[in-house]
């Protein structure tokens, strides 16, 4: 075994969405099952931002850098 992991083989495993986004919150990766999950093909969602994805009532304190998680009520 040589311990190198392939990670887009890895991730392409994974029944969870992996997404992969820069400080600005441009989209640079997308697996299968973010496709599944949130409907966007990885051709439509690499190179958008994350308010593809992010609630409406979420996106402004996104925008200003607030890093704590949301609490859905």
Not at 4 to 22: N, P, R, T, Y
Not at 42 to 58: C, D, H, N, Q
Request: aromatic share 10%; net charge negative.
């Amino acid at each position: 075994m040589s311990g190198i992991i392939d990670f887009k083989a890895l991730v392409s495993q994974i029944g969870e969405a992996v997404i992969i986004s820069d400080r600005d919150e441009n989209i640079l990766f997308w697996n299968v099952s973010a496709e599944r999950i949130f409907g966007y093909g990885s051709a439509e969602a690499v190179g958008k931002t994350l308010s593809i994805i992010t609630p409406e009532r979420f996106r402004e304190g996104t925008l200003k850098g607030i890093s704590t998680p949301y609490r859905l009520v």
